[in-house]
């Protein structure tokens, strides 16, 4: 008799509690979503629409990129977390994603529990440029400038970025808030603000059509697509800033589901036209497993936090 209740103790776990190996061969059983909390036409957005197909041959299913812009990239960041966790509801998103607890005091999801992060898609330097009426040609000048007139500096997403210039740099460049990185770029090739700072990603068509200058590099080593161009550290020692797009899950989300996705996306990643076609708008491809993408994610909340209490900024 104990045989016979083991046996169907056994027969109904297996039942009630299917493997993980199960999930990740269901899936995907209808269309993935990859949330872009960004607007149409950003740089994250041109980023999905390149893996998207090469995805979507591969799982057999429809990839749909919809844009979920607002709130400083909250609105579509909440949508993914309280999503059902099993992997057809994805967040692409930005560096923007660490700055957010530096900025909020409470936001409606945990960006270490909440979301899980699957890997880098790609990768670059940010970088400032300037409208190519601005006197100053170079970071030094630009400096120099900034103490004995006042400037303005525009960002996709938030004014983390400048305040941290503002802190290394010593002076009080005013920070503008954009949506993305497309409308930033309009007012900077406008005049409607100064400077600029984004991902070369972003910046890349901007800069080699001469609309903007470029005035420098947040890396301590040259950029792939403007190998010769000066390296800000090199004028604000520690402003380094090494921009990254990459994929989330909801909490949650069976491992094996998640590893499955990593997986594919490295596999596209490796093609060589996605790379040809990333590397063309100015993104390196990534490809980190989910652990450094995760240990990355947590070391770029914590120095962000760090740098807006240096820069006085409260969270809201």
């Not at 046996?7 to 009630?16: D, F, S, Y």
């Not at 990740?24 to 390149?50: C, E, H, M, N, Y």
């Not at 005035?215 to 697509?225: C, F, Q, V």
């Not at 990534?286 to 820069?311: L, N, T």
Request: proline share 9%; no cysteine.
């Amino acid at each position: 008799m104990r045989s016979l209740l083991l046996g169907l103790t056994v027969i109904a776990t297996a039942l009630l509690a299917p493997t993980h190996a199960v999930f990740a061969q269901a899936f995907p059983s209808k269309v993935v979503r990859l949330i872009i909390p960004f607007p149409v036409g950003s740089s994250t957005d041109a980023q999905a629409r390149i893996i998207g197909p090469p995805l979507a041959e591969r799982w057999k299913q429809q990839v749909v990129v919809d844009s979920r812009p607002g709130a400083t990239t909250i609105i579509g960041t909440e949508l993914v977390a309280k999503s059902p966790p099993d992997g057809h509801t994805l967040l692409f998103t930005s560096i923007q994603y660490s700055y957010l607890p530096a900025l909020f005091a409470k936001l409606p999801y945990d960006p270490l529990t909440d979301l899980v992060p699957i890997t880098i898609v790609a990768f670059s330097p940010e970088a400032i440029v300037s409208h190519p009426s601005l006197p100053a040609k170079n970071i030094k000048e630009l400096v120099a400038l900034a103490r004995v007139r006042p400037l303005n500096m525009g960002t996709p997403g938030n004014e983390l970025t400048t305040r941290y210039f503002n802190t290394l740099a010593k002076v009080n460049i005013t920070p503008v808030s954009y949506k993305g990185g497309a409308p930033l770029m309009i007012d900077v090739m406008g005049g409607h603000v100064e400077l600029g700072v984004a991902g070369t990603i972003t910046l890349q068509g901007v800069i080699r059509s001469g609309r903007v200058r470029l005035l420098g590099i947040a890396s301590t080593k040259p950029s792939l697509i403007f190998p010769d161009a000066p390296l800000i550290p090199n004028d604000v020692p520690g402003y380094e800033i090494l921009s990254w797009w990459g994929l989330f899950a909801p909490g949650n989300t069976p491992k094996d589901v998640i590893t499955r996705i990593r997986d594919d996306v490295v596999a596209v990643l490796q093609i060589p036209n996605v790379r040809e076609r990333l590397l063309e708008i100015g993104g390196e491809p990534g490809g980190e497993s989910m652990g450094e993408f995760a240990a990355h994610v947590r070391s770029e909340i914590a120095r962000w936090q760090k740098a807006a209490q240096a820069a006085g900024i409260k969270p809201q």
